[in-house]
């Protein structure tokens, strides 16, 4: 079994991803950051940014908060508040427990941190998180799809079906992680080649009987 994730939405690729994800009634869960609702850089239309979201929900899809802002793990300091300002947009979207997953997913971080350590350590915002009851959604494989040009759906496709075959072979199931917008340049992208690497990936996951779950499990 396959969790298809997505990371940093939305923006300006989400509406075209929820529309192969419906073509083959596949759930994901996408962890939004809140500022690409509420403020909606991206698109300057913070209205069509709830829809979208709204959409997603409708469709069957799990939302969790990526955070609001998207900060760099050495910003620790302003983290939770942060995580905070993500999980209050998330609210007015869906009722919790929300899932949460870090920005940069697990980090070391060089420094002193709160808490009273200080040296390189397991991230410092895991401790953060733990102190306002969160957990952090990790994945079986990040597959980097940010660095994509636009032909590199095929390439994608084929790295996550290897990836799930990996797991299979393990014994285990796959959580996917991949990224329908981004943080910088207005904090919205194009992803035509994730929409298209899923799109393929999952025209090979029906065809070799592979199933769909959601994290976090209900
Ligand atoms: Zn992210």
């Given at each position: 079994?396959?969790?298809?994730?997505?990371?940093?939405?939305?923006?300006?690729?989400?509406?075209?991803?929820?529309?192969?994800?419906?073509?083959?009634?596949?759930?994901?869960?996408?962890?939004?950051?809140?500022?690409?609702?509420?403020?909606?850089?991206?698109?300057?239309?913070?209205?069509?940014?709830?829809?979208?979201?709204?959409?997603?929900?409708?469709?069957?899809?799990?939302?969790?908060?990526?955070?609001?802002?998207?900060?760099r793990p050495d910003r620790w300091r302003e983290f939770a508040a942060d995580v905070r300002r993500g999980e209050a947009v998330l609210r007015l979207?869906?009722?919790?427990?929300?899932?949460?997953?870090?920005?940069?997913?697990?980090?070391?971080?060089?420094?002193?941190?709160?808490?009273?350590?200080?040296?390189?350590?397991?991230?410092?915002?895991?401790?953060?998180?733990?102190?306002?009851?969160?957990?952090?959604?990790?994945?079986?494989?990040?597959?980097?799809?940010?660095?994509?040009?636009?032909?590199?759906?095929?390439?994608?496709?084929?790295?996550?079906?290897?990836?799930?075959?990996?797991?299979?072979?393990?014994?285990?199931?796959?959580?996917?992680?991949?990224?329908?917008?981004?943080?910088?340049?207005?904090?919205?992208?194009?992803?035509?080649?994730?929409?298209?690497?899923?799109?393929?990936?999952?025209?090979?996951?029906?065809?070799?009987?592979?199933?769909?779950?959601?994290?976090?499990?209900?």
């Amino acid at each position: 079994m396959f969790a298809l994730t997505f990371d940093d939405g939305p923006g300006p690729s989400t509406s075209a991803l929820l529309d192969v994800l419906a073509a083959e009634g596949v759930q994901a869960t996408f962890f939004l950051l809140g500022r690409n609702v509420e403020e909606a850089p991206w698109c300057g239309d913070p209205a069509r940014a709830r829809a979208i979201a709204q959409r997603a929900l409708k469709d069957g899809h799990v939302l969790g908060n990526h955070s609001y802002s998207h900060f760099r793990p050495d910003r620790w300091r302003e983290f939770a508040a942060d995580v905070r300002r993500g999980e209050a947009v998330l609210r007015l979207l869906r009722p919790p427990p929300i899932p949460f997953r870090l920005p940069y997913g697990i980090q070391r971080v060089e420094g002193a941190f709160p808490l009273g350590t200080t040296g390189e350590q397991l991230d410092p915002r895991l401790a953060v998180v733990a102190s306002m009851g969160l957990g952090h959604q990790h994945w079986t494989s990040d597959f980097d799809d940010w660095t994509l040009g636009a032909s590199d759906g095929p390439a994608l496709s084929s790295r996550m079906v290897a990836h799930v075959s990996l797991c299979q072979a393990n014994g285990l199931d796959a959580v996917l992680d991949l990224h329908d917008s981004g943080t910088g340049s207005g904090f919205g992208y194009e992803r035509p080649a994730t929409v298209e690497g899923v799109k393929l990936f999952l025209q090979e996951a029906r065809k070799r009987g592979w199933k769909s779950f959601t994290v976090p499990q209900p």
